[in-house]
């Protein structure tokens, strides 16, 4: 048995932040901002709106399109690194809001391969053939844990998510395969310094600003340019497959340099990468399910056409996955 999607969906919060509104803010430039990046614009949350509140309408959109009702739902799974609060999951406040009273579920912390990482435990647990109704979503409030002062992370990072419905699938379409990677000796280049259990908040924490995304951005993007576009490539070689036979690569989106290398890696002509992160920036673990929906709005999908989904984050975590689209 095989997981397959059935139904994707994505929220993007009304207000946002373009680059000529950072110029106004930190010592940077449009033409900077998109010659690094590519990104030209992001979506930021309103007040009192969190985590849970993007990922409500995920699930809502999907139980639309998919004509499911919440009392249908087995399990949901959110990857995120941004939970409304400490110890209770944003997976069970998304079962609370949306009724799913036959749910359980968790969240998965991986930072932007977190998707990735929660689409292989959904599938793994469909295939099992426990579970029928798996909802999987990727979503990050950015705004929330991101220095505006500091031009070397405020100008990447928007908020959004996106999200799918996997069920049992009846033929060999689905989740063909996957790679799944970590290097924790990677923590200090993409990390959050304090918040947790090791630095608890305090006034020092406060003052010295270490509630924020803190990246060496050199030492992370020489490890995502090599490492997303090598996996990338090995799961294509391991399944046989060449270049020309995928109809879509849809990376994380992080930065236009890093998708551009591994489109390279892998053979891959222009048509056949999707690329949002223009309108959307990095939203972490909701870049990829943000992009698929795209494409299936767009109408880029048919069935039996081969998908690969590629990533990389703080951690440092890294992986790939096929899907054969039904």
Known sequence: MKAKITATAKYLPKNT??????EK?????DEWILSRTGIEKRHLVSNGEATSDMCKEVALELLKKSNKNPDEIDLILVATSTPDVPVVSTAALVQDKIGAKNAWGYDIVAACTGFVYAMETGAKLVESGKYKNVIVIGADTMSSIIDYTDRNTCVIFGDGGGGVL??????????????????GSGHKY?????????RPAS???????MHYVYQDGKAVFKFAVKNMADVSKEILDKNNIEGKDLKLFIPHQ???RIIDAAARRCGLSE???????????????????????DAVEAKMLEKNDIVLFAAFGGGFTWGSMLIKWS
Do not use: F, H, R, W
């Open 17 to 22: 932040l373009t680059n000529l509104d950072l």
């Open 25 to 29: 803010m930190v010592d940077t430039s």
């Open 166 to 183: 996997l069920e049992p699938s009846d033929d060999d379409c689905g989740v063909l395969d996957s790679i799944l990677l970590a290097d």
């Open 190 to 198: 993409l990390t959050v310094p304090a918040g947790g259990s090791l």
């Open 203 to 209: 006034k020092e924490t406060i003052d010295k600003k």
């Open 254 to 256: 992080a930065n236009k």
């Open 271 to 293: 048509k056949q990468v999707l690329v949002n992160i223009n309108k959307y920036g990095n939203t972490t673990a909701g870049t990829i399910p943000i992009a698929l929906d």
